[in-house]
């Protein structure tokens, strides 16, 4: 894999980003309130448990897939053990990084969660502080983008997006935020990744193949 972006990739990521800010920009003149309330249905108990399980999966998934990756690498022999090592660090830097950048979001804005200004919409799910951005939103998506671009490959990125994705559906479905949340906690996680994918290798480290 070269370590830069190719001029394909670059279009592809302008493009995502794009549709994120024009995603990011429409939510709020939808009626957001409206929509989760009568989307959520409390006494779906399947649907409610398969969101519940996407929404707690966040921590483990987003650092427990790189580090099994890393893992396993350690057993290869021909395998850069250095340069796997600090892919891995490169993935929970930018979690790390993504999620402070939406912590200071959230104390900054304090805005308060659908669950708690509308009395239609139940509290499903762990939600405590404020709502925008949506934190689980913004790590799950600097973990998907950190390793769809250490490993630019389909078998690679659809399923970890798709994660991603029900992730970020299973937050506004739960009650404890809004898709307004969601399209900025995404713009974060991708945006930080993006940049810190650029910082680490585009001009002096060679990614591990």
Known sequence: MENH?????????AVYMMLVLVAVWIAPFTNQLDFIAAWQDPSAHKTVTVFQFFSDSVSFFS?????????????????????SRLSFLYVVLSIAIAGLLSRIIKETVAEPRPYEVDPRIMQLSVGGGYSMPSGHTTEAFASAMALALLMPRWVVILPIFSWAVLVAVSRIYLGVHYPFDIFVGMFIGSAVAIGFFQFLFANHLKLPR
Do not use: H
């Open 63 to 83: 650092f427990g897939v790189p580090l099994i990756i890393t893992l396993v690498k350690e057993f290869k022999q021909d395998v850069n053990k250095k340069q």
């Open 5 to 13: 972006f190719t001029p394909a990739t670059s279009k592809i990521l």
